[in-house]
């Protein structure tokens, strides 16, 4: 039973396209979250959601929006993509600030 | 936020040999974890550990969060170890906001 995941693994788009990645977790957690893991590997919080409550928003451009359906739950859509938002995407877990589980990511190529 | 610092950058081992690994925090953090990310990308947790020392098999760490670092310890390394070593830590008061060094480097070569 895989306790995150997340969908698709490999996207490959061309600029401007709309995209969505999905992410699932089956932990029981209520804390969600988005990380951006960039070419040199850094990794860096984007989203996080608690009970499907918007609690922290980095400085991320509005075209990246996340959805929280319920609390196992949280897809991220991405508007008129551009080729600086090539990275690998992760979602992850925890109950509350607790340990972190990660999905397997999602490796995004604009085109 | 914090500044997470993770020494060495790059590490290159022959099977066999033991490591050790650092992370220093610029701020008082919780939750501190290591994980490995292997060649496939995934990032595998191995340690949760906001104080004291773990052991799992040949990996241990152990985490002195008074003086806010953490070490990871590698023994008889082997291949499938390589792969990028993180750790990451919160503040606590941002509900699991984890703060990522840019990772160790390690490559082991038989």
């Known amino acids: 039973d895989t306790a995150v995941s997340q969908t698709p693994k490999y996207l490959v788009t061309q600029m401007g396209n709309d995209k969505s990645i999905k992410c699932e977790q089956n932990?029981?957690?209520?804390?969600m979250y988005w990380y951006k893991q960039d070419s040199k590997k850094f990794l860096k919080i984007m989203f996080s959601y608690n009970n499907k409550e918007l609690i922290i928003n980095e400085t991320v451009p509005n075209r990246f929006s996340p959805k929280s359906p319920d609390k196992a739950h949280l897809n991220l859509h991405i508007n008129s993509l551009e080729l600086g938002d090539s990275a690998v995407y992760f979602c992850?877990?925890?109950?509350?600030?607790?340990?972190?589980?990660f999905g397997q990511g999602t490796r995004l190529t604009v085109v | 936020g914090i500044q997470v610092e993770q020494s060495p950058p790059d590490l290159i081992l022959q099977e066999g040999a033991n490591s050790t690994l650092r992370c220093n925090f610029s701020?008082?953090?919780?939750?501190l974890q290591w994980f490995h990310q292997n060649p496939w990308g995934q990032l595998i947790n191995l340690f949760y550990i906001p104080s004291g020392t773990k052991q799992n098999g040949r990996l241990s760490a152990t985490t002195v969060a008074t003086e806010r670092y953490s070490l990871l310890y590698i023994s008889s390394s082997q291949t499938t170890d390589s792969g990028v070593y993180f750790c990451a830590g919160d503040r606590g008061s941002t509900l699991g906001r984890l703060y990522f060094g840019r990772g160790t480097q390690l490559t082991v070569w038989p």
């Open positions: 992850a877990s925890s109950q509350r600030a607790g340990e972190a589980f």
């Open positions: 932990l029981g957690h209520d804390t």
């Open positions: 701020d008082s953090v919780n939750n």
